[in-house]
């Protein structure tokens, strides 16, 4: 069975790059974000409250189907978020900023549920933290296009969630890096990261 490396954090923080990074210096495999790919996520953009449901829905689809494919295969696969970070993060967000009902919040926890039944968790998280005004700061600088988490306050409020979930996580399962001290390339945590992984 293929073993997982999720790189969390709160939006901006730089989790593709180093999910990227990790990639070619261990020479795992990437499943990155893909929102241009994602078919709910520009309408979501125009009709929050039409479209929130089937976008989370799909967001959290696709990533259970990536960590199947990894826990298929052989190696190392890593992902940027992943799975964890749309469920605790993004969809406790969204049904908190009024774009998920009580009904659309419960379908996403059952399916979450369900995945996690069958999919075991993340074998490694690398935890990325930063404060809210060098994420606003990151943000800003890369000027996605399709972006539904753009405001300090939802940054704020992700912040928060993320320390709730973390809090849950086995010491053990769990590296966290400071992304300030760090290059906004990761060149100078990378290997150690991946003598990391590689002990996994």
């Given amino acids: 069975m293929g073993a997982l490396v999720a790189v969390i ?44 449901l089937p976008n989370q829905l799909d967001y959290l689809l696709c990533r259970a189907e990536q960590e199947s494919e990894i826990r298929n ?36 926890e059952r399916f979450y549920t369900f995945s996690r039944q ?21 943000k800003q600088a890369r000027a996605r296009e399709l ?6 306050d939802d940054l704020a409020q992700m912040e928060e969630l ?11 399962r769990l590296i966290t890096v400071d992304a300030v001290q760090e290059d906004e390339s990761y060149i100078g945590v990378v290997g150690e990261l991946v003598d990391w992984i590689n002990r996994v």
Wanted: charge should be negative; aromatic fraction near 8%.
């Fill in 9 to 52: 954090g709160n939006s901006g923080v730089g989790k593709t790059t180093l999910a990227r990074r990790l990639s070619e210096a261990g020479g795992y495999k990437a499943y990155l974000e893909t929102h241009s790919e994602r078919p709910f996520q520009a309408l979501c953009q125009q009709d929050l409250v039409r479209y929130a």
């Fill in 73 to 108: 295969a052989a190696g190392v696969g890593v992902v940027d978020g992943g799975l964890e970070l749309d469920f605790h993060l993004f969809t406790q967000l969204f049904h908190q900023r009024g774009m998920l009902d009580a009904a659309g919040y419960e379908l996403c």
């Fill in 118 to 138: 069958h999919l075991p968790p993340p074998d490694l998280l690398v935890a990325l933290h930063a404060p809210l005004d060098e994420l606003l700061r990151r």
């Fill in 147 to 152: 972006d539904l988490v753009t405001a300090a």
């Fill in 162 to 172: 993320l320390v709730a979930y973390l809090a849950s996580v086995p010491a053990e």
